[in-house]
Nanobody, 122 residues
Framework: EVQLVESGGGLVQPGGSLRLSCAAS????????MSWVRQAPGKGLEWVSA????????YYAEPMKGRFTISRDNAKNMVYLQMNRLKPEDTAVYYC???????????????WGQGTQVTVSS
């Protein structure tokens, strides 16, 4: 059974940083691309970032470029999202997601975690 468990969310002031983590289990981690997707209050899902199975390529939605960094540790079955210069509009539930396909993980990932709340407020 595929399991994705996010952690690291919380309350942070504008301009601050957070690092989200996602622990993966139940599948061959280094066969899968990984993604982060978020949902702000009252809004739809928004893809944030993705990384290929070996970390060789990374992708970001335009508003996150230069502020967010996705990474993975295949030895630990972990994926991370380092978020810097956070803005109030980054407030959302952040989900870790996975799919064997780098294309699908950026649009309709097959598997999702339960999410972690990030609130950016003074």
């Amino acid at each position: 059974e595929v399991q994705l468990v996010e952690s690291g969310g919380g309350l942070v002031q504008p301009g601050g940083s957070l690092r989200l983590s996602c622990a993966a289990s139940g599948f061959t981690f280094d066969d899968y691309a990984m993604s982060w997707v978020r949902q702000a209050p009252g809004k739809g899902l928004e893809w944030v970032s993705a990384i290929t199975w070996n970390g060789g390529s990374t992708y970001y939605a335009e508003p996150m470029k230069g502020r967010f960094t996705i990474s993975r540790d295949n030895a630990k079955n972990m994926v991370y999202l380092q978020m810097n210069r956070l803005k109030p509009e980054d407030t959302a539930v952040y989900y870790c997601a996975t799919d064997p396909s780098i294309t699908a993980v950026r649009s309709t990932p097959a598997y999702w975690g339960q999410g972690t709340q990030v609130t950016v407020s003074s």
